[in-house]
């Protein structure tokens, strides 16, 4: 698992994963606006799949 | 515009992941070539998008949105006319100079190619040119966070320089190339679902051709004279001065995105860097002009009424204040959350525009100025200490430049002047170098200074919106863009002449110095046995065709 932080795909998926949590609560306890969460929604699932395909040996580049 | 807790929660996060990038990265920073080249390790997919992202700086978001707004659809030709050759072209004809030289900067293949003068002018000239963009950035980033958010310019000043310099400091370029692809997909897709809501809100763009006048929406159909569109240049000059003078000038030479195909794994890789970030170079309009052109479309009668209706902010003489169309779209169509993700993608451009400037300006500074002119032959620790010494006074003079900026309103334009005349007869120099073995050194560095002096010659005899003519105000230029477009055009004729005739006046270097180096003496990269797809040359055409089309559909 520690090696698959040094993998930027598993950087970048795991932020846009956190981000996706933050602006779906927002939806969830605050604005209810659509557009949040259809965004949340996106970047959650762009966020897991860069996750996924990250390598487990990590990108030493 | 007012930030919610979530607002601030996206922000911070994103603050803290690009520091974590720093800290991940420092481990494998051992020597001066880690810290400063990434020891030439990065995989393709990092360095073509660190490629595109080290240009996605706030000047790009921002700015295009507003020519956009200003121009329309014609802006488009930043990207498919002023873009997308030039980048074909270093991948396929320059790169294997560039990297197959082994050199570590584009200063060093011109002390290679040239010699040591010519060398140092390069790199004096672009070392000041990259640490002052960098200042101006961070000025303007504080300045907008001062009018939207209301932020203390103190604060933002300091904040964002520190993270910049807390992720530089810790891992060097690779720390800033990784840092630059988190905030390409943060930008593209932070900013994606603004196009689409506005675009929903303008009804589509079948309803945005009917509401505009057609100056709007064709890129090529009124410019046959520059009186018949709003940039005020003509298919011609737009051709020669954008798509060809400044394009390669800015694409093929500029270290700062030169470096990151630099850094790739091998000569492959490094070729097809700039192609493949061509791709999402050639998509970009739909995220930074087409929000322009659908906010000008939203302020035509018919599309919307009512108090609610979007408009773009007026400046001080009453005019519209294009710079803020974003932020004020942003403001408008952005709930709390989805906002605090439209502004850190405005603070990615901003940091990720800035760390480009600091890291070339890192290497070339410890590389081509102090290594070759100081200090040489010290010990690899020695230069790695030196690069990260560099990366504190670079954010240190960046910081200095944005309150010097402050002070003086018109130091961004004359900075901005100043880089226009560095940088515009630049290619002149490396197409002579790379493709014509009798250019000598004493023929690139005369043939840049005159070049430079004839840059700005020809802004201080023409005057263009009020711009220029001071040295006599002999022509008037229809726009500032025309203006550009004249001073990068007469520099570079000048900077080739002089560079061809003293040339031919003096000794040029024996073949065997120059194998690597020049076109007609360099083995070309073979590709015999690769698919199309790994062969720059391919792709590069396919590019080439499909840029055609674009321009074909929107003309």
């Known amino acids: ?61 | 515009m007012r930030l919610h807790f979530t607002d601030y929660a996206v922000i911070a996060l994103y603050f803290a992941f690009v520091i974590a990038v720093g800290f991940i990265i420092k481990r494998r920073i051992r020597s001066s070539n880690d810290f400063l080249n990434s020891g030439r390790n990065i995989p393709l997919w990092i360095t073509s998008l660190a490629f595109i992202s080290a240009n996605l700086g706030a000047q790009e978001v921002l700015g295009m949105v507003a020519s956009g707004a200003k121009y329309g659809i014609m802006t488009v030709h930043f990207y498919w006319v002023g873009a997308i050759f030039a980048m074909v072209f270093l991948g396929v004809y320059m790169m294997p100079f560039y990297y197959g030289s082994k050199a570590r900067s584009v200063p060093e293949y011109l002390s290679m190619r040239f010699d040591e003068k010519t060398r140092g002018l390069n790199a004096i000239t672009f070392a000041g040119m990259t640490v002052f963009s960098s200042g101006i950035s961070l000025f303007a980033l504080a300045k907008l966070l001062e009018i939207t958010l209301g932020w203390d310019f103190d604060f933002s000043i300091w904040v964002a320089a520190g993270i910049v310099m807390a992720y530089t400091f810790l891992g060097g370029l690779t720390s800033a190339v990784y840092n630059e692809v988190l905030q390409f997909f943060l930008i593209v897709l932070g900013l994606f679902p603004l196009v689409v809501v506005c675009l929903d809100d303008a009804g589509g763009w079948a309803n945005i051709k009917a509401n505009l006048a057609p100056q709007y929406t064709h890129a090529w159909e009124y410019l046959d004279t520059a009186d018949r569109n709003s940039m005020g240049i003509n298919a011609m000059s737009l051709i020669f001065g954008l798509g060809f003078v400044m394009s390669f000038g800015y694409w093929c030479t500029d270290f700062l995105v030169v470096q990151r195909a630099m850094i790739a794994r091998n000569m492959n890789d490094a070729q097809r860097t700039p192609i493949l970030a061509a791709v999402p170079k050639m998509l970009m309009p739909i995220i930074v002009v087409l929000p322009g052109v659908v906010a000008i479309a939203l302020m035509q009668p018919g599309v919307q009424t009512g108090p609610d209706a979007f408009r773009i902010p007026t400046a001080p003489d009453g005019g519209l204040d294009y710079t803020m169309t974003l932020p004020s779209l942003l403001a408008h169509y952005y709930p709390s959350g989805l906002l605090g993700v439209g502004i850190t993608a405005l603070l990615a451009s901003f940091m990720s525009g800035m760390a480009g400037n600091v890291t070339a300006f890192n290497s070339v500074f410890t590389y081509d100025i102090y290594q070759s002119y100081f200090v040489k032959r010290r010990s690899d620790r020695h230069y790695l200490l030196v690069g990260k010494g560099v990366t504190v006074v670079g954010i240190l003079i960046s910081i200095l430049t944005a309150y010097v900026a402050q002070s003086f309103n018109n130091i961004n334009d004359f900075l901005q002047l100043v880089f226009s005349f560095v940088n515009g007869p630049l290619f002149a120099t490396f197409v002579l170098g790379m493709f014509w073995k009798r250019a000598t050194g004493h023929g690139a560095f005369w043939g840049l200074l005159t070049g430079t002096l004839a840059a700005a010659a020809t802004h201080g005899l023409t005057i263009a919106e009020g711009k220029g003519g001071w040295i006599s105000p002999a022509f008037t230029i229809g726009s500032g863009m025309a203006q550009a477009f004249a001073v990068a055009s007469v520099s570079f004729i000048v900077n080739f002449s002089v560079t061809v005739i003293v040339s031919l006046l003096t000794a040029p270097k024996p073949d065997t110095e120059l194998r690597g180096l020049v076109y007609s003496l360099t083995e070309k990269p073979s590709t015999a046995g690769l698919p199309w797809y790994r062969r720059a040359a391919s792709l590069g055409l396919l590019l080439v065709i499909l840029t055609l089309l674009l321009n074909w559909i929107f003309y």
Not at chain 1, 22 to 27: F, N, T
Not at chain 1, 35 to 42: E, F, R, V
């Open chain 1, 1 to 61: 698992m520690q090696t698959r932080f040094t993998d930027l795909r598993f950087i970048i998926g795991l932020f846009f994963a956190l981000m996706a949590g933050i602006v779906l609560s927002g939806y969830l306890t605050g604005t209810g606006a659509k557009l949040n969460l259809w965004s949340g929604l996106s970047f959650g699932v762009f966020g897991v799949f860069m996750m996924v395909s990250a390598k487990a040996e990590g990108d030493e580049g």
